[in-house]
């Protein structure tokens, strides 16, 4: 059974995956408003990606013989500057997300409890292929600059993301 003090940082993470869901879908909407389908695209799958992580932490809490405690979700931002804005403010959101993460796992080492420290290194190891996307794509939004075909040609590749459930054998999960 999970202890109290993992049971409530795990139900807190839950929450917060659900607020990156909604911050992503936001700025897929955002992305969408001004024409660049394939960078809505992009954030949409990443939305739905935020929501099975969230969903996926929700069941671990269950098999660990404890209760989710769902709180309120914020409402996201829904104004911003441009496209590099947005991804700046993706970054800024993984590394919290990662900060959030490690203390999750520090406690699950410091709890003795190794099934959670188990679990959650997964995630630990997925927020290192996130602020890598991240930082490529500020890379190249800033190699980029306002140069419209470029731009263009990034919206097209990003197009191309299809969401790929996470947990596939996690037969709970609906793709």
Not at 21 to 50: I, P, R
Not at 55 to 75: C, D, F, S, T
Not at 114 to 138: G, P, R, S
Not at 161 to 171: E, G, I, K, L, S
Request: proline content about 2%; some cysteine; glycine content about 4%.
């Amino acid at each position: 059974m999970l202890s109290e003090k993992l049971t409530n940082a795990l139900s807190d993470q839950v929450n917060w995956e659900l607020y990156s869901s909604y911050l992503y879908l936001s700025m897929s909407s955002y992305a969408e408003d001004k024409g660049f389908k394939g960078v809505a695209n992009w954030l949409f799958v990443q939305a739905k990606e935020e929501m099975a992580h969230a969903i996926h932490m929700y069941q671990h809490i269950l098999e660990r013989g404890a209760v989710p405690r769902l709180a309120a979700i914020k409402a996201p931002e829904e104004s911003f500057d441009s496209l590099m804005d947005v991804f700046e403010k993706v970054y800024a959101h993984e590394l919290k997300v990662t900060e959030r993460i490690n203390n999750i796992a520090t406690l699950a080492l410091q709890e003795n409890d190794h099934a959670c420290y188990q679990f959650i290194m997964w995630y630990v190891n997925e927020q290192v292929e996130e602020e890598d996307n991240d930082t490529d794509i500020l890379a190249r939004l800033e190699l980029i600059g306002d140069n419209k075909g470029h731009l263009v040609n990034l919206d097209n590749e990003m197009a191309a993301r299809v969401y790929v459930n996470p947990f596939p054998t996690d037969a709970k999960l609906v793709g």
